[in-house]
Structures are given as C-alpha cells and as structure tokens.
C-alpha cells in the first residue's frame, strides 16, 4: 500500500505562484508514475500534469503548459508540481496520484493510490 500526501496549498493572488508537494511512501516510489489532477467546485476532476517514473517524460493539460512544472525527488520520495502565473480559473482541490507504471498517464482512471487534495485558491 503507498500512501500519498499532499501540502502546499493555500490564498494566493492572482499573478502569484505556490509549490505543491507530494509524499509518497514506499521503497519503490522511484517506479511509479505520478500525476496531478484537480477538481474545482461542481465540476469533473481534471488532469493538470504528470510525471514518467523516470522523470523524462512530462505531460501537460493545455490549460496549464508555459504557467506549471510538475517534478520529482526520488531520494525524497516526493513530487513538486510549481504553479507560475496563477489565474482565478486555477482555483480547485488539487490532487496527487501514484501510478504503478513506469510511464504515466493523463487519465485519473490508471492512477492507483491518491492523496486527499490541498485546496488552491487564487483570488483576482
């Protein structure tokens, strides 16, 4: 079982920037995949980013490629995702989710263990 944890969110203006991260336990964690996703108020969670095990392969919903990184400690057992240039749009639960893949994945429905989510808020 990986347990997955997120931190880092918070009230931020818009035009600002915050760091989320994500701990994942387990020996193996340098094997998983590992994605973003978010959910905003009454709406579908979407994907935001996510992460190949390696750390070679990145991926990017549109509506946030130029503004995000997603990115990876291995020797930490922890994601990164910096969120740059933060719109009121941007405001949702974000979520962490591990994959038991190599390569990753924008669909939320390959992800395997999800943390509980860190609320954003961007404020215009």
């Known amino acids: 079982q990986v347990q997955v944890v997120e931190s880092g969110g918070g009230l931020v203006q818009a035009g600002g920037s915050l760091r989320l991260s994500c701990a994942a336990s387990g020996r193996t964690f340098r094997s998983y995949a590992m994605g973003w996703f978010r959910q905003a108020a009454g709406k579908e969670r979407e994907f935001v980013a996510a992460l190949s095990a390696s750390g070679g392969s990145t991926y990017y919903a549109d509506s946030v490629k130029g503004r995000f990184t997603i990115s990876r400690d291995n020797a930490k057992n922890t994601v990164y995702l910096q969120m740059n240039s933060l719109k009121p749009e941007d405001t949702a639960v974000y979520y962490c989710?591990?994959?038991?893949?190599?390569?990753?994945?924008?669909?939320?429905?390959?992800?395997?263990?999800w943390g509980q989510g860190t609320q954003v808020t961007v404020s215009s």
């Open positions: 989710a591990a994959e038991v893949s190599k390569y990753g994945s924008t669909w939320s429905t390959r992800y395997d263990y």
